[in-house]
């Protein structure tokens, strides 16, 4: 995406949604859409600004491109075909299709929390079962992966960058656990809580984060556990607790291996089972960190 697309000018946003130049500005007037000057007193528009108005005002758009975007949708059956949908695309590996379809779904007002616990879950938990009956289909779950990593970060794109004064998130997923989606999806429904989110990914070793905690002036420490948990992760997330409290900042795990290595006695710790309880949970912080 472009810099030229990442900031809008009022006609090229108005265009997209299919309405006059005028009633565009007279919403801007009425504080329903951000606005600010450039250095030579041109108004633009951020991206995120506008998907924001369009997600709350329940406008469609007529022209994505103008936005860089792309837009599928499902048809008549709505946001009940969206599971079927985006598993063929990204079966077939039709990167386009899938990004336009969950796009289509975010712009309409679906949340971050519910594409990823609803559609894209659905999706991929099929494609990882196409192993069992032949070994191609390990091919097609790497490249419906690598599609979906692709589309999580074009969302995080599309929501408001928290304020400098924002609170902080960072986390990642346990060493030993290789897998990239469910942090990169903890990282989004954050952000889009309204948090300055800092993903470090897969293989992160659990004793480092209370220092990036301190580092960075973190709120929230995510862990997202995919796998197995290793011997004596219980106690080091125990210990991590521990030192996070005295910031004080929370610690939350997930993932299905997150139930039995929930540190005992730590009032701190916070166990999500999907992404709309970390949504409402970040929601909360943030809410109480204004």
């Not at 903890?186 to 952000?191: E, P």
């Not at 997930?254 to 166990?271: D, F, K, L, S, T």
Request: proline share 6%; glycine share 10%.
């Amino acid at each position: 995406m472009s810099a030229m697309q990442n900031l809008l000018t009022p006609r090229r946003l108005a265009d997209a949604i299919g309405v006059s130049e005028s009633s565009l500005r007279r919403w801007v007037d009425d504080g329903k859409i951000q606005m600010a000057r450039t250095a030579g007193g041109h108004r633009r528009i951020a991206l995120a600004d506008a998907v924001r108005f369009i997600r709350s005002a329940r406008m469609q758009v007529v022209r994505p491109e103008l936005l860089g975007l792309t837009q599928t949708p499902v048809g008549r059956e709505g946001a009940h075909a969206l599971p079927d949908a985006l598993y063929r695309a990204l079966h077939n590996g039709e990167d386009a299709v899938a990004r336009g379809l969950v796009i289509s779904a975010f712009l309409s007002g679906e949340s971050m929390a519910e594409l990823f616990d609803g559609p894209m879950r659905t999706a991929l938990a099929r494609i990882g079962d196409l192993w069992r009956h032949d070994p191609r289909g390990i091919l097609i779950e790497h490249r419906a992966v690598d599609i979906c990593i692709g589309i999580i970060n074009q969302l995080r794109t599309l929501v408001t960058t928290a304020e400098t004064s924002g609170p902080v998130a960072l986390g990642g997923s346990p060493a030993g656990d290789p897998y990239m989606v469910p942090s990169l999806m903890a990282c989004a429904v954050l952000a889009e809580a309204g948090f300055r989110a800092i993903n470090f990914g897969p293989d992160t070793p659990v004793e480092l984060l209370a220092g990036a905690a301190e580092e960075h002036n973190a709120s929230v420490v995510w862990l997202a556990i995919g796998v197995e948990p290793a011997a004596g992760l219980k106690d080091r997330l125990g210990d991590l607790a521990a030192r996070l409290v005295r910031r004080p900042a929370s610690l939350v795990l997930g993932g299905r291996g997150a139930r039995e290595v929930i540190p005992p006695e730590r009032p701190n710790v916070q166990h999500v089972q999907s992404m709309r309880d970390l949504s409402l949970f970040g929601r909360g912080v943030a809410a109480a960190c204004r």
